[in-house]
C-alpha cells in the first residue's frame, strides 16, 4: 500500500525569504502522479504543483518548484520569495496513474507561516 | 462553469441521527471521493468510486455510506454509528487537465454535533 510522509508538521519563513517542504512516499509502482496542494484558511483545495513520476525534469510553476528524487521517494516543494499569501497548509499526495482509478493518497500535512 | 458543489456548507446533527452530505460535479469524471479532515490534520480517505453503482472503502469507512447511482452524484451519508462526526469533509473528483491528471475539489462541508 502506498503512503505518504511529511516530516515537518509546521515551519515558518521570513518575508521573502525561500523555504523547503520535504515529503517523502512508498510505493511499488513505476509511474504515479505527486501532487502539492495548498489549503490556505478559507479550507479550499487549491493545486500548487504536480510532478508525472516518468518526466525526469523537476516541476516549476513560477515561484514554486520541486525535487523529485524517485529513486530515493523524495518529493520536496521549495517556495521562492515567499509571500503571506503563501501561508497555509500544505499537503503532498500521491495518486496512480489512469490505468487505475485508485485511491489518492495525502500526506498529514505541513502548516507554513510566513512572517512579514 | 465547470465544477464540484457540495452542500450544505455547514451542517449540524442531532444525537441518533443520519444526515446526508451532497457532492455533485458536472466535469464528467468517473472518479469521485471523500475525505474526512479533523483540526489541524492531513486528509483520510472515506470512501472512493471508480465508476457509476461502484464504490469501495478507504481508510475510515466505518459509520459513512455512500451510493453512486448517477456519474454526477456521490453523496455521503455519516450514520449514527458513526460516534465521533465532528470534523470537516471534502468530496473530489479526477480528471485530466493539459493531458494530466489531478484531482478537482468541492468547498467542502463542516459537520458538527449538537
Known amino acids: 500500500a502506498q503512503t505518504v510522509t511529511q516530516s515537518q508538521p509546521e515551519m515558518s519563513v521570513q518575508e521573502a525569504e525561500t523555504v523547503t517542504l520535504s515529503c517523502t512516499y512508498d510505493t511499488s509502482e513505476s509511474n504515479y502522479y505527486l501532487f502539492w496542494y495548498k489549503q490556505p484558511p478559507s479550507r479550499q483545495m487549491i493545486l500548487v504543483i504536480r510532478q508525472e513520476a516518468y518526466k525526469q525534469q523537476n516541476a516549476t510553476e513560477n515561484r514554486f518548484s520541486v525535487n523529485f528524487q524517485k529513486a530515493a521517494k523524495s518529493f520536496s516543494l521549495k517556495i521562492s520569495d515567499s509571500q503571506l499569501g503563501d501561508t497555509a497548509m500544505y499537503f503532498c499526495?500521491?495518486?496512480?496513474?489512469?490505468?487505475?482509478?485508485?485511491?489518492?493518497?495525502f500526506g498529514p500535512g505541513t502548516s507554513l507561516s510566513v512572517i512579514p | 462553469d465547470g465544477g464540484i458543489t457540495q452542500s450544505p456548507k455547514y451542517l449540524f446533527r442531532k444525537e441518533g441521527q443520519n444526515v446526508t452530505l451532497s457532492c455533485e460535479q458536472n466535469?464528467?469524471?468517473?472518479?469521485m471521493y471523500w475525505y474526512r479532515q479533523d483540526p489541524g490534520q492531513g486528509l483520510r480517505l472515506i470512501y472512493y468510486?471508480?465508476?457509476?453503482?461502484?464504490?469501495q472503502k478507504g481508510d475510515i469507512a466505518e459509520g459513512y455510506s455512500v451510493s453512486r447511482e448517477k456519474k454526477e452524484s456521490f453523496p455521503l451519508t455519516v450514520t449514527s454509528a458513526q460516534k465521533n462526526p465532528t470534523a470537516f469533509y471534502l468530496c473530489?473528483?479526477?480528471?485530466?487537465?493539459?493531458?494530466?491528471?489531478?484531482?478537482?475539489f468541492g468547498s467542502g462541508t463542516q459537520l458538527s454535533v449538537l
Open positions: 468510486s471508480q465508476i457509476v453503482n461502484d464504490f
Open positions: 466535469l464528467n469524471h468517473d472518479a
Open positions: 499526495a500521491f495518486m496512480k496513474t489512469e490505468t487505475s482509478y485508485d485511491k489518492v493518497i
Open positions: 473530489a473528483s479526477r480528471g485530466r487537465v493539459h493531458r494530466s491528471e489531478k484531482l478537482f
